[in-house]
């Protein structure tokens, strides 16, 4: 039998993971990447990586990130691979260091860490505070190597549009569409491992990267894969609010001491700067005196939706609090570069001088393709890692576990691809690669054949207006039955859809306009299953439900694409390690 | 009085063997544009000033932050970071006129869109990794000083956006010079504790024809660095080791 090959989709840092456990295995891969792998999202990490290794002599372990991530996450993350990924930690973060990531050092020359959301404990290991970019760019190294070598092969450029299934609904290679000469064609593999990110596009602005459309992964829901917990959305407590996307300030602001307030007096017309402590508002650091300004995400960006929409208290009765650094010493700065400089450069006011304007905005989808302790979704042979699948970080994800559960589901996913295709029996037939070509190349046809008169970038504007007023931060059964009703009127235009552009030369709106379909079936997963659970859970706050309910929603949220609309059904959550308690910040230490 | 617009003049070049033209747009003005949002109100509505529909402008983009490097472009015939060149600052009172075009010393793909391919190949060609053993569990890392995270960290937060290499007088067809990015990344791993294994191999990559000796001073690289690196500081000390390589090598010959 020849070597397995596998096909790894989507090269931000779980992707190359899977890749170099592969490569380094002895198997050959294909990885596919619709920017150079380089550009990927995880490029916009910024914070850092959470390891238990207790270089603090605080007393932290693998237990305790172990629970915080599952408390932080209100139990509903399986408990199973929780505790493997926190387990794994320690030695994923050497492995970075060995790998050259250049993190911050204690004068000893060992590893820095500083505080993030969610813990008490000192766990994050940063590379001042463009840590993703680092972690990426390690990686791409690795993978490079491996492709000097001839293991690994890059197809940059291309963009995934569906797997391929033989006759018994096992997979068999992809389709996918080059993004230069149009060209679409599949490929085959007897595993793939689906590493394409989240889906902030859906939300029309988030702080996510273009290409994070979830459109990938929805063609694979479309296909027959389960969708689970898509209505887990996070929203970041600290955005800049843009034209074009939120910028992310990291929550390493905090983590280095920033503190979030506003004016006392909603009428304070005085400078920040001038405003003396007494008449400030630290409404974090009071409402919460154990965690302060690292509350977990979901519960600051409540807090601060709270005091804008119902004390009134947003700066200048705009909705923006201030994130304030300025009372930080030059070291603490220092480490904070990278993002002071994005504020600088795209607000104009220097952060070391003037208190930052936030907004939360829309930041990570905690659902994804459902996937088995393996990694393996329903699909045989369909793998899936990182923000692209469900696992981890139950209903609400803490801050810096991000990169290190790209990075385990990467670790996991790549061995257990090649595990799988080594034992898989030969394909049937051509393995359904005629069939799917011929359908991909219908859906192109029927785009370019299109003479109706909507624009698809208007749709889109339309589809993250509504997805953003009623499938974010606070959410309401009718809001939601209004954004679903939205959403399939949405789809019944884009059957009207004019392309300006039907070139077949590096033809962007074209691949766009297919990306706006998938986003629009999966925002109807995330607005339906956000309807159907009535109950408060981490991320997901509904007034008229503001307690969890563990009896009735202490289950995994999946969704199958029946009859050309989700289908729901529900699953027990792995609550084999820790039992679940009440889970409550403000408590005092 | 007229709703205030921007007034945009954009290079097009339908593929990478079609004639350039230039296309003129007026966008309504809002306040806080960047280049990226202006390019993507166009999208919505793709239409010149002279009424003519048209197609939405191809350009490379991803993070709209200013660190996946993918935007870089000639704008007002300067070479920057479409994310991060704000409407506001380019257009000053709002009378001029923004010009937008593709980088010029890469092949076009279409419109705005570049083959910056180059720049990977030169990181192959000079080994820019950490050559280690495997990635199971192999303890920590080789301690080091903050003073050496100090120096390298800025190295390492080169994006690939290739602008050091569009400004550099020396790199074009006939020096085949690899240009600052390539050269920044072989200071940063012969610096590493462990990349420096392969130092010699890097300085012998960068000795021959198009290597770090092509640099002709003019320092334009850092000048129009977007992410500010030590780019000048890092070809003398390569520039030195190569130096020194070449007659250590020539000795042992």
């Known amino acids: 039998m020849a070597a397995p090959r596998i096909i790894v989709v989507g090269g931000g840092l779980a992707g190359l993971s899977a890749v170099i456990k592969i490569a380094e295995a002895g198997g050959t891969v294909d990885l596919f990447s619709i920017v150079p792998v380089k550009r990927s999202h995880s490029v916009c990490a910024q914070g850092g990586i959470n390891a238990a290794k207790d270089l603090k002599g605080e007393g932290d372990s693998v237990l305790k990130h172990f629970d915080d991530t599952v408390y932080g996450g209100d139990f509903l993350a399986n408990q199973t691979p929780v505790k493997n990924m926190t387990a794994q930690g320690p030695a994923i973060v050497d492995l970075l260091d060995r790998m050259g990531v250049p993190f911050n050092r204690t004068p000893e020359g060992l590893l820095d860490f500083r505080r993030f959301g969610g813990t008490l404990y000192q766990r994050t290991a940063f590379a001042g505070a463009t840590t993703g970019q680092q972690l990426l760019y390690a990686l791409d190294e690795q993978v490079r190597r491996h492709e000097s070598e001839g293991k690994v092969t890059k197809y940059e450029g291309w963009e995934f549009l569906s797997a391929v299934l033989d006759a018994n609904g096992a997979c068999r290679g992809i389709c996918a569409m080059d993004l230069r000469t149009m060209e679409t064609r599949t490929f085959p593999a007897d595993a793939i491992i689906i590493c394409t990110g989240g889906n902030g596009a859906i939300f029309g ?14 063609a694979l ?36 001491g920033g503190r979030v307030w506003v004016p006392r007096d909603k009428n304070d017309k005085r400078l920040a700067r001038s405003i003396p402590e007494a008449d400030r508002w630290y ?51 220092h480490k904070l570069e990278g993002i002071l400089e994005i504020y600088e450069k795209f607000v104009g006011d220097d952060p070391r001088e003037v208190p930052m304007k936030i907004f939360p905005g829309m930041h990570y989808t905690m659902g994804g393709l459902w996937v088995d302790f393996e990694q393996q979704t329903n699909i045989p042979g369909v793998f899936a890692a990182g923000e692209a699948d469900y696992s981890i ?48 190349k219908e859906k192109n046809n029927g785009l370019l054949a299109s003479t109706g008169t909507e624009n698809p970038f208007k749709l ?3 589809l993250g207006e509504t997805m953003t007023k009623h499938a974010t931060i606070i959410r309401y059964n009718s809001g939601l039955d209004e954004a679903d009703a939205k959403i399939v009127e949405l789809l019944g235009r884009y059957k009207h859809i004019n392309l300006s ?89 | 009085m007229a709703a205030k617009t921007i007034k945009v003049e954009i290079k097009r070049q339908s593929g990478p063997d079609g004639a350039a033209t230039v296309e003129k747009f007026e966008i309504p003005y809002r306040p806080n544009m960047n280049i990226t949002s202006l390019l993507g109100e166009i999208a919505c509505d793709p239409v010149t000033v002279e009424g003519k529909a048209t197609t939405p402008i191809t350009y490379d983009s991803n993070c709209l932050e200013e660190i996946c490097g993918s935007c870089a472009m000639l704008i007002n015939g300067k070479a920057k970071m479409a994310c991060s060149a704000l409407v506001d600052k380019l257009n000053g009172d709002g009378s001029g ?83 600052a990015a390539t050269i920044a990344q072989v200071k940063l791993f012969n610096n590493n504790p462990t990349g420096a294994v392969l130092k010699a191999e890097r300085l012998r990559a960068l000795a021959g024809d198009g290597g770090v ?36 090598d020539f000795f042992v010959r």
């Open chain 2, 97 to 179: 006129t923004i010009t937008l075009a593709p980088l010029s010393k890469f092949p076009v793909v279409r419109d705005l869109s570049v083959d910056r391919s180059v720049l990977f190949q030169n990181l192959k060609a000079v080994k820019a990794w950490v050559p280690i053993d495997g990635t199971y569990d192999l303890g920590s890392g080789p301690r080091q000083f903050p003073q050496l995270q100090e120096e390298l960290y800025p190295l390492s937060n080169c994006i690939s956006c290739t602008i050091c290499m569009e400004v550099c007088p020396q790199f074009n067809d006939s020096t085949n010079f690899v240009g």
């Open chain 1, 501 to 589: 552009d039907k070139s077949q030369w590096a033809n962007t709106s074209f691949a766009f306009t297919r990306q706006l379909e998938n986003m629009l079936e999966l925002g109807r997963v995330i607005v339906q299953g956000a309807r159907l659970r009535d109950e408060s859970r981490g991320a997901h706050f509904k007034p008229d439900f503001p307690e969890r309910n563990d009896e009735k929603f202490l289950k995994t949220t999946k969704a199958s694409f029946a009859d050309k609309a989700p289908k729901f059904e529900f699953e027990e959550v792995d609550t084999s390690l820790i039992v679940p308690r009440a889970r409550n910040y403000a408590a005092s230490a």
């Open chain 1, 393 to 440: 970080h139950g209903a609400n994800r803490l801050g810096a576990n991000s990169l290190l559960s790209c990075i385990y589901g990467g670790f996991v996913a790549g061995p257990n691809s090649l595990a799988y295709a080594k034992s898989l029996a030969a394909q049937p037939g051509d393995g359904g690669h005629a069939a799917e070509l011929q359908r991909q």
């Open chain 1, 460 to 462: 889109w504007r339309e």
């Open chain 1, 283 to 333: 409404f974090l650091e009071e409402w919460y005196p154990k965690y302060g300004n690292l509350v977990p995400r979901d519960v600051a960006t409540r807090a601060i939706f709270k005091v804008v929409y119902e004390h009134g208290m947003g700066i200048d009765g705009q909705p923006m609090v201030y994130l304030d650094l300025t009372h930080l010493p030059k070291e603490r700065l």
């Open chain 1, 221 to 256: 829901y479309q296909q027959g894969a389960y969708y689970a917990n898509g209505e887990f959305i996070q929203v970041h407590p600290t955005a800049i609010p843009g034209e074009d996307k939120l910028r992310l300030m990291s929550e390493s602001a905090r983590g280095e």
């Open chain 2, 213 to 248: 000796q092509e640099c002709g001073f003019a320092q334009n690289c850092v000048e129009a660095c977007p992410k500010q690196l030590p780019l000048t500081e890092a070809i003398s000390d390569v520039s030195r080791d190569v130096m020194f390589q070449q007659v250590k």
């Open chain 1, 205 to 218: 602005k988030s702080t996510n990267s273009v290409v994070c459309t979830g459109s990938a992964q929805s």
